[in-house]
DNA sequence: CAGTGTTGCTTAATCGTTTAACTAAAGTGA
DNA sequence: TCACTTTAGTTAAACGATTAAGCAACACTG
């Protein structure tokens, strides 16, 4: 078996014609004769030629591979994203590379870099939990390479951003739990200065004041969002002398530490304290009781992401600018908020 | 801003040096003098040049990028193998591509395919449940790049393979199972085509015979191991005029499906039906009750695997062949297994 | 029949980096 | 001083594919 790799050379040695017939053959340039055309792509296909994507790369300047960044690829909703921004760009002949940051900024950095090095010809990226300074992508945009932000975004960025309405969902929420007759909704939120989290917040804090509910600090939490961290909150919740009646969780993993922690305390979900988490893991059917979330639309957020790219890489003079995208979540009820 | 980007040439121009001096510079070759080093990574950093990886993949035939094919990516399991092969090769200048098979056949063969085009070093997989046919796998070799298999692995590709011991595991969970008194313990496994589930099976046949229960046919199932099928599968075994007084599911997944049919039918775990998962996924410590489960050493996998291929690289005539390291897993004793 | 197009290729440069082979200058030892 | 080694570079040819430019050969037109 041949061990060395099959050049367009040998393929034009074969045929006695010169290497830029052969690639202009395969490209089915319309300067040369089907019967060369034919002939290339039999002894292509005899050879076993693959085309060596590093060297076209090189000479046309770009790589055809595309940069995916997210904190982390094991939760449902980032996973699904990422299988809908494959599926979409591999039929435009892209790739894509998955890289993970586990939620720090320095990882994500060096994830860039990385991704930069690689010469990908765009990077679609969802931000850590730790990012606040931007530089790294700045430094996506200074060197002219597309990039599409999703979920997690930043508005200072002026770039494409495709996500669900944030400040809306937290009024779904409240507006449902209210309409269960709960009457002291507490949030576990996460950091303020993600931009996504702080809409939860706002939209937590207006809906609470629309329904003339009372506004009290303790009921209102920052946290990691971790499933450990959910624990703590919600015991944090518990050890209050006047403890609410439902709370609304800005992530399912810590919603689903917070139910621990109820069910540890023989707490009655909904009855006692209704529970709402939000991204709507597979997960949340699956546990007792089934929990009460919000769906993000992960596919639609991992489609519209890919198709914003290719957008950029057709429209040559298409500057980068902020471009929103939002998309309107849906609230599935489960037990965790049906009070009987 | 420097809106093209810089490339050696720029260096050697701005120093009047030939661009051969700049990339031995660059590379702390022997044979440039310090000063001349110096001067060199100063204007580079100036510049701020970037190498193209393009061209030096392509002139040195190989691209440092290492591909990854898993079944998926939102399972603890795959998520944190691929950490720790990206955190091991990372250190070593190489980047990876991940790329998710969603246990089709069809997508694992572009995905391998894909990866091939991308000129990659190396791959490391693990196959998808349809695979039998092992044509792209052998299609790798042939081509002479390093092929590291782990978890759902053949033997008849003959190459490297990382796991844990399969047949031992199903050992553990009998030996641990009659301990707690149970006489008639069944078994959801996977397909018997996949190496791994088949081992399974074996170890579960052997280990009922060494205890002298009772083997029947109808207490071993074969499932595609979803959470779906898992409780189909539960529901089935409820069925039996018979029922078992313990559960041992192949995957923590499928366990979970049959966890939520024993609950829906009122059924106590573990006292009247005990019930033992596989792969030790985070939600296992989460559900109620929580899931006893095999922990499969995920890190120490991916550390495996990626040390593996590094070794490949290194011995220019390593030849490929059926190099089998099997860690010992581990069982982790639950609730849903503590019979009181 | 000269002029103009069209067809179907070839030539050669190019992308940015690496590296084998060469060279010039300086140093070393007897 | 001569022969030899060492040092610090330079030159030029790759790597494999793409593409602008060139050029025969033939067809067509008025």
Redesign the pocket.
């Known amino acids: 078996m041949a061990n060395?790799?099959?050049?367009?050379?040998?393929i034009?040695n074969a045929l006695?014609?010169?290497?830029?017939?052969?690639?202009?053959?395969?490209?089915d340039?319309?300067?040369?004769?089907?019967?060369?055309?034919e002939a290339v792509k039999k002894v292509a296909k005899e050879l076993n030629?693959?085309?060596?994507?590093?060297?076209?790369a090189?000479?046309?300047?770009k790589s055809n591979l595309v940069g995916v960044v997210v904190p982390r690829t094991n939760s449902n909703f980032f996973s699904s994203v990422i299988q809908n921004i494959e599926e979409v760009l591999n039929k435009k002949g892209y790739n894509i590379i998955i890289t993970q940051s586990n939620e720090s900024y320095q990882k994500e950095c060096r994830n860039i870099d990385t991704l930069l090095f690689t010469q990908v010809d765009g990077i679609i990226a969802s931000m850590a939990n730790e990012t606040t300074n931007l530089d790294c992508f700045e430094k996506i945009k200074s060197k002219g390479i597309p990039l599409i932000l999703f979920d997690r975004g930043e508005n200072d960025l002026n770039v494409d951003y495709i996500g669900i309405n944030d400040y809306d969902s937290s009024h779904m929420i409240i507006e449902h739990l209210t309409q269960q007759g709960c009457k002291r909704i507490a949030h576990i939120g996460g950091y303020r200065h993600t931009r996504i989290f702080n809409n939860r917040i706002r939209g937590y804090i207006d809906a609470i004041k629309k329904h003339k509910l009372p506004t009290d600090d303790a009921l209102l939490i920052e946290s990691s969002l971790t499933t450990e961290d959910g624990r703590l909150k919600m015991q944090q919740l518990l050890d209050l002398e006047d403890r609410p009646d439902a709370v609304y969780v800005a992530s399912d993993y810590a919603a689903l530490g917070a139910l621990q922690v109820l069910q540890e305390n023989n707490i009655d979900i909904p009855n006692d304290i209704a529970l709402v988490g939000f991204g709507d893991e597979p997960f949340t059917g699956m546990v007792t009781p089934t929990l009460s979330s919000i769906n993000q639309h992960s596919a639609e957020i991992g489609k519209l992401a890919a198709e914003t790219f290719l957008k950029h890489v057709d429209t040559t003079d298409l500057k980068q600018t902020l471009h929103k995208q939002i998309l309107q979540a849906e609230l599935i009820i489960r037990d965790s908020s049906k009070i009987k």
Not at 16 to 27: E, F, G, N, P, R
């Open positions: 060395k790799k099959t050049t367009i050379k040998d034009a006695s014609i010169s290497t830029a017939a052969v690639s202009k053959a395969l490209h340039d319309s300067r040369i004769s089907t019967k060369t055309k030629y693959q085309p060596n994507h590093l060297a076209s090189l000479r046309r300047g």
